[in-house]
């Protein structure tokens, strides 16, 4: 019993990840009412890249989360190719972009 319950605390403690664990489903369903994923998928390339493609780039940079907001933000291209991101400021509130952006990088 002792192994299951240190099993199961090891595996809430990968997933919370941070401080504050972030809500995949609702962070998903906030990406899908933001018009996020008309271009991204979680898994493949579609205008924009794959979410786990982002997560994999950014894994371990301390700055990422800041650069991503900023990029959803005001939009921009270059990064992943010729195809623009549109800015999402101000239709997409901050605390939105955040979650979201925590999700990606969660992935």
Do not use: F, R
């Amino acid at each position: 019993m002792k192994v299951l319950l240190s099993a199961v605390a090891a595996a809430t403690l990968l997933m919370a990840g941070s401080a504050h664990a972030v809500d995949a489903a609702a962070a998903k369903a906030l990406a899908q009412k933001s018009g996020c994923l008309a271009c991204h998928s979680i898994d493949a390339k579609v205008l924009g890249p794959a979410y786990k493609d982002v997560a994999a780039k950014y894994k371990g940079d301390k700055g990422a989360e800041a650069k991503l907001i900023a990029k959803v933000k005001a939009g921009g291209s270059g990064v992943w190719g010729n195809i623009p991101m549109p800015a999402n400021s101000p239709q997409v509130k901050d605390e939105d972009i955040k979650t979201i952006v925590e999700w990606v990088l969660s992935l």
